[in-house]
């Protein structure tokens, strides 16, 4: 599985205003949000619905996710909890951007909102302008 397009993983996230720890960030939310539509479209539910057992379940059998991994089983559970804490933020986009839903959010729609969101934590922090 293709997690990010080269446009959406290198050049939109790496022309974000944003630092090397949110850049990842942003990266993180996109694989995330990417398989849950995955998961969602195969399962015919709602992302916001998805357990942790179907991301677990949809990692387990999808061997082009981990290959070369040594020890699977301890990868599938990271990913796994690294695609339920994805959840948190997304719907928190999907509200702040009114979207709806986390299936109808873009590529842009996240990169902007973590814009956002550093910024407004920069101003917080009493170093605003920058």
Known sequence: MDFLTTFE?????????????????????????RSLKKIAQESGQAIEDIAP???????????????GVEDKEAFQM???QLVMSSLKPLQKIATDEESGAIANLTTAQVIQWFEKDAKLRLEQSGNPGS
Do not use: C, H, M, N
């Open 9 to 33: 993983g290198v050049e939109e996230v790496d022309k974000a205003l944003l630092t090397t720890k949110d850049k990842f960030l942003v990266r993180v939310a996109l694989y995330s949000l």
């Open 53 to 67: 057992q179907q991301v677990l379940a949809w990692v387990e059998q999808d061997e082009s996710i981990s290959p």
């Open 78 to 80: 990271f990913f796994t």
